[in-house]
């Protein structure tokens, strides 16, 4: 019987798909386990080779964890929103929705053709408005939220204003706007509505603030630092500036160090949880006052290092920074100026790299030193981010090395306070050590009391105090994007107000242009219905815009992060229109049990979920603060690129071989013109563009060679493997297998399509272990000792490997399993039933198949795991090498428990041995049981 691997693995996907077989349930006595990938954006080119590499490993984990009898949740969906599809939208006009439901339905075959056990009745889309509806009423709960830093949690914003009309704000401690003023409970009453609003706005956790920003005026649209590679947009290399726009913020920062300290209770890689450290950025040090001269304006500085200010020889502060602008001189104003022109084109994580170039302007101002009164000149550097900290410096060029960089550029003094000390970090790591010496404020103090007595002294003169600063900013929230979220927001007299969340979803409007408008608003400023009629409850036309019963719609839509925030929880229970998650179903399945994904999203996704899960938390809407146990980032499986080498100048290219000391410029070829041998098919090539039609070619021994190189499996490089054609030649099984056998999963691995035929040749192996031209041959026959020790051995190690993610050595395994078995021309159900179950979770379809063979009319999906047990793998004999005078000439197997006597006795008396001896007497007979016997003689 053939092994027809088209014909099965479309059978069994059509039963998985007919029978809900991996439909998970909210109500089950069975252990939960929780597994998700991070869901794919569905792009017009479909899946590669490389993209299924941690779904499949997820998918092992998955149904190794149902053989283990637990009720497993393994959801999938799409990240549906997002700017790909609405750049394709302005170029072709055709709307979003569209072009995302066609790449939808590409990936939906693609992955169950792979034969993925996803529960597809949970699927979300965070561009479903059935989805998006509670995505808006997490942002209606964020914003009638304030953090209270007394009970370290978010409360309702109710709470606050009940606080400001009995005693006012000047006993609140919360996270809010800088410079917020203080005021009565007489106060607060005497406000207007407005004023009120105001207020509020600078405490809730979601707010409105002019903000820098990462402006792309070719994309219309603001860009987060992870959308913009080496100055330029990720999509389409546009230019990026810094601009200030009013923003819909998000305060993170609030939830700082719980977001630190939550990583030491999660299970996560430790790469990536110091990633998400060092962005958190947490610094302890003091906040330093400066008083501008002839200025009621003061700088505020953070600095961890307090005890070196009397080295402050100068200040820098950001070029965006507030006060520049203020207190710039006259004379200095036009460098300054042209200054600040230059720098907002470069963006913030391209100044933050930049070490060597050092560029700067002088504002013409002076600040006094808190301590000596001395004058400090003022500048203004872009190494300097108005985001972090204050967005000011006091730098101390005998202690700092950008700032003595600076100083040194810009002849700036430079005092030698600090000569001949160690004032370095790994100084500082020892708090004994007497670190300062040229002060008579400090001299001889160590490190930790010099710090002391300066926040002392500065909070004495009114000029600062002790302070823990973190790194971590206040995320944007608001993008200038059609294809996003709509925000359910309105505004009245210019201030925003929230819609009930029972008249929610506000969907996206219909509009004829998907740019900005003409006057520089975001596309939904193109929509002609879109304002808010609060007497209906409804969108209306915008002609209806009275301005008391009918307002204007917030124009901004959300960013790509909004909606993949929380789809982790939606999961749980995705069809409720009622609720987020109904709290049973969030009860029962709680968190992510183990989530696998790409350590790309860092400090990007997997932060910002961290955060609404926490908040989320504090509102009691979900039962756990931390949203996934487990994370593990898998590799990436890389591209081997082709190149043809054009000779420069020149419409000739010449043969891999032939280029040695040639001037030549190697090309992508698409590698599906390229055979195993490295052959180059040259008509395909030449048909491939106009520019290579009459193209010549140089060959060596008559065949074009290309050259070849791994890199990142992309389609600009043309050295994409469709997953399709894979599936196509050697069937899904063959895929799972292969892309799991390539190497450890965290690891970055090559593709190599000649590879693949190993693995489908063990796949017919194992086939014909059930099969052969007869039919199927699998009997009850009573298996033999080898047969069980190559059976339990295989369930030991696949066990442990799976539980430890080493899904390539199980492929290993297997094989090793496979070769034994045919070897010991074993046909016992005893041994090959189990065998299944264990291959089951890798190659599920010829699983499915051989176990129905066997007579199974359920899925071998729910089938227990096969049980270890160790006496099969206890060794009764032992193959004895038999050596003469050192050099082993013949084997004997012989029982482990013989005396050292008996075994002297057997093999002497072996006829190998005499033949050997030849009637000689052996001097000396070894000895060693279990290992070796030699004959000396």
Known sequence: MKYDFNQIEKKWQEYWAKNETFKAENHSDKPKYYVLDMFPYPSGAGLHVGHPLGYIASDIYARYKRHQGFNVLHPQGYDSFGLPAEQYAIQTGQHPAITTETNIATYRRQLDQIGFSFDWSREVRTSDPNYYKWTQWIFIQLFNSWYNVDADKA???????KIFETEGNAKVNAVCDDGVETFTAEDWKAFSSKEQQEILLQYRLTYLAETEVNWCPALGTVLANDEIVNGVSERGGHPVVRKKMTQWSMRISAYAERLLQGLNTIDWTDSLKESQRN?????????????????????????????TIFGVSFMTLAPEHELVSQITTAEQKAEVEAYIEATAKRSERERMADVKTITGAFTGAYAEHPFTKEPIPIWIGDYVLAGYGTGAVMSVPCGDQRDYDFAKHFNIEIPNIFEGVDISKEAFADKDKTVIANSDFLNGLNYKEATKKVISELENLGCGEGKTNYRLRDAVFSRQRYWGEPFPVYYVDGMPQMIDAAHLPIQLPEVEKYLPTETGEPPLGNASVWAWNTETNKVVSNDLIDHKTVFPLELNTMPGWAGSSWYFNRYMDANNNEAFASQEALNYWKDVDLYIGGSEHATGHLLYARFWQKFLFD???????????KLINQGMILGTSAFVYRVEGENKFLSKGLIEGKNVQPIHADVSFVNASDELDIEAFKNWREEFKDAEFVLEDGIYKVGREVEKMSKSKYNVVNPDSICEDYGADSLRLYEMFLGPLEQYKPWNTAGITGVHGFLKKLWKLYNDDNGFKVTDSEPSADSLKTLHKT????????????????????????????????TSKTILEPLLVLISPYAPHIAEELWSQLGHNASISRAAFPKFDERHLVESSKNYPISFNGKMRFTLELPLDMSKEDIEKTVLANEKTQEQLQGRTPKKVIVVPGKIVNIVG
């Open 619 to 629: 509102k009691g809407v979900v039962p756990v603060d931390e949203f996934a146990k």
């Open 155 to 161: 409360q309702d914003i109710s709470e606050l204003i």
């Open 279 to 307: 962005w958190i950025g947490k610094s302890v040090g003091a906040e330093v006052q400066f008083r501008i001269q002839n200025s009621e304006f003061r700088i505020s500085v953070f600095t961890t290092r307090p005890d």
């Open 795 to 826: 369930i030991k190690k696949v066990q442990e490997d799976i539980e430890n993610f080493s899904f390539n050595t199980s492929v290993s395994t297997f094989m090793i399993a496979v070769n034994e078995l045919t070897a010991q021309k074993c």
